[in-house]
């Protein structure tokens, strides 16, 4: 390709004595695993370009070559602390491609493995909020807790991250005996936790005066750039897959959405940790419902193929929000294509249009309060 | 004392997408009952099939997919195909030189507001790169569970000069401004250029990369 379609920093820039060309990353603490391309004119960001695929890994092509089952473990990779997420699309597009019905055991073993998922997942993602603040209490306490669950996903799985649980058909072993006693005792001890990061975090003064009222989305903003998950939560529109397009048993629990008016980076900080509280919530709920015994996977025929020409978009609404998974299938035991529409994906279109005008300084904040995970959106 | 000051800031906003899932579920369920019973009365059975099958049929089509492609149906006539509508999705092929109409009437009339996934499928037999467009709704909340799937097709160039063959589409950024990532993703990934897209530069791939679009299938990943 010619130079018109390299990213900037690479081609050369014109000089302006006030405007100064910085890159953030991709190497920096203050980016993750990406690059940030921003324009100061003094402290002020002036402009802003994203500059993400660092961690690209070709997921999508990869899947191309992989049959219906070999694909889940590599699947999962983008957000390993969020895998049985990142793999419920996909597992519930390939059991409508073979026209699988899932037992109800199942069901609700994939709603407690997923509801545990994003509250391992938001835990790290608040550690790290919490170290680009310089709040260290705040790395230090999730990366404590947030093990309480990865003990239980250990004993459901066998392994801490990566799980590679979920199955076309279901999961892939039942429930260890015992668990839903030793699943309550941890979560409520893991909810009692969490409530205690109000005091040292959500109310924190300094917290405030650094996020309130800085990288505002509007609730029409919020919808013309289509962000999803607790970014649009947090500008004011109730919208939660759970219970707009219930997968699974979630029309059967008592799911409640968190919603805020403001917009700005508290109360994008501050909806992940409501949906944690909730999560405890539907874990208890599940544990309740579910039955106590019976088959937890419906056994498949070796390497499954689909039905003709086909294509399905299944969706679940996961740590970082709408999760989407487009499967083309064309007869063969490997996907015609895979594509994955990630929720972090999305939200990166906001990151130029939040930072314009803000300074320099909240530039961490107004990042990672996007609930992003750059090797999710580069896939 | 914490749950006190954050009750407040919840709200639960409108209610009335409960609904939706009830209309909808009925669809499923009657086709499979008639499949489990065993073959007690082998006469009465053949009987039954064939009577049974046609009264599912048009249960079969969700009603509130149907019309929606039926508004589209009605403003476009031949220019488009359905390709499909099940249970939350309608599937509309139409060919570039009207994807831009449909899209704009699907945004202004039928209150779809953002895309969701932008995905290339490449057919190398058709000679042609297919380009579908999830399109959702998040402001009304009638159309939240429901997605709109827009499928184009671009001609496709066996050596491709990405941004400067004849792999072009009309981009769809001006009508839905959350396109802008998916389609530049669109163009490094494929090669289609999207003529009128402000910002067509490359997005994941590394700046070197001088190979094939590399999401294209005569693109082999080495040791396969």
Redesign the interface.
């Known amino acids: 390709?010619?130079n018109?379609?390299?990213?900037p920093g690479?081609a050369l820039q014109k000089a302006d004595e006030k405007i100064m060309t910085l890159n953030v990353g991709p190497q920096h603490p203050g980016s993750g695993h990406m690059r940030i391309i921003v324009q100061i004119d003094g402290d002020y960001i002036v402009a802003c370009d994203p500059?993400?695929?660092y961690v690209?890994r070709?997921e999508?092509?990869?899947a191309e070559?992989r049959n219906y089952i070999t694909n889940i473990p590599h699947l999962e990779r983008p957000v390993i602390h969020d895998s049985c997420n990142v793999l419920y699309p996909y597992v519930l597009g390939v059991e409508d491609l073979l026209g699988i019905e899932v037992t109800e055991r199942a069901k609700y073993v994939r709603v407690i493995c997923s509801e545990l998922n994003r509250c391992i997942y938001t835990m790290y993602w608040l550690a790290i909020y919490g170290i680009f603040l310089g709040h260290s209490t705040m790395f230090m306490w999730p990366a404590g807790d947030r093990e309480l669950l990865i003990d239980l996903m250990e004993k459901i799985s066998g392994a801490r991250v990566t799980h590679a649980h979920f199955v076309p058909g279901g999961v892939r072993n039942d429930l260890p005996p015992n668990f839903e006693e030793v699943c309550l005792r941890q979560v409520n001890y893991f909810e009692k936790r969490i409530?205690e990061y109000?005091?040292v975090f959500?109310?924190n003064p300094i917290l405030i005066s650094r996020t309130q009222d800085t990288g505002v989305l509007s609730r029409e903003d919020?919808?013309?750039?289509?962000v999803?998950g607790s970014v649009?939560r947090a500008s004011?529109?109730?919208?939660d897959l759970r219970?707009?397009?219930?997968y699974d048993v979630y029309?059967e629990l008592d799911v409640?959405?968190?919603?805020?008016?403001e917009g700005d980076s508290y109360?994008r900080s501050?909806i992940p940790w409501?949906d944690m509280l909730e999560s405890c919530n539907i874990i208890k709920q599940a544990l309740e419902k579910m039955p106590k015994s019976g088959s937890v996977r419906v056994k498949l025929k070796p390497n499954p193929k689909g039905k003709g020409l086909n294509?399905v978009?299944k969706?679940v609404e996961s740590g970082r929000g709408?999760l989407?998974c487009?499967i083309?299938s064309d007869g063969k035991v490997e996907p015609?294509?895979l594509?994955l529409?990630v929720g972090s994906?999305?939200n990166?279109?906001a990151l130029p249009y939040l930072l314009k005008g803000e300074k320099l300084g909240n530039m961490p904040s107004v990042y990672w309060s996007l609930n992003y995970w750059p090797v999710e959106a580069?896939r | 004392m914490m749950s006190s000051t954050n009750t407040e800031q919840i709200t639960i906003e409108e209610k009335p997408a409960e609904e939706k899932p009830a209309e909808e579920k009925p669809a499923a369920k009657p086709a499979a009952k008639p499949a489990a019973k065993p073959a007690a009365k082998p006469a009465a059975k053949p009987a039954a099939k064939p009577a049974a099958k046609p009264a599912a049929k048009p249960v079969e089509l969700p009603e509130f997919e149907k019309n929606i492609s039926d508004k589209i149906v009605e403003k476009f006539g031949d220019k488009i195909v359905v390709s499909f509508v099940k249970e939350n999705r309608v599937g509309i092929n139409v060919d570039k030189e009207n994807v831009h109409d449909v899209a704009r009437f699907i945004r202004d009339e039928l209150n779809y507001d953002h895309v969701e996934s932008v995905s290339g499928v490449d057919y190398p037999q058709d000679k042609e790169i297919e380009v579908v467009y999830h399109i959702g709704s998040y402001s009304d909340p009638s159309l939240a569970s429901q997605l709109i799937v827009l499928a184009t097709r671009a001609e496709r160039e066996e050596n491709p000069i990405p941004g400067k063959d004849a792999t072009r589409l009309p981009t769809l950024r001006d009508i839905f401004y959350s396109v802008e990532f998916h389609e530049r993703e669109v163009f490094e990934m494929f090669g289609v250029y999207f003529t009128g897209h402000p910002d067509n530069r490359r997005l994941l791939l590394p700046e070197d990369w001088a190979d094939l679009p590399p999401l294209r299938k005569d693109f082999a990943i080495k040791g396969r």
């Open positions: 390709m010619t018109e379609f390299l990213p690479l500059d993400p695929g690209h070709g999508e092509k990869m070559y409530r109000a005091a959500y109310d919020a919808i013309r750039l289509g999803t649009l004011g529109v109730d919208y219970k707009k397009e219930p029309e409640h959405s968190n919603v805020m008016k109360a501050k409501l294509s978009y969706r709408s989407g487009h083309v015609y294509r594509k529409s994906f999305r990166l279109i580069d």
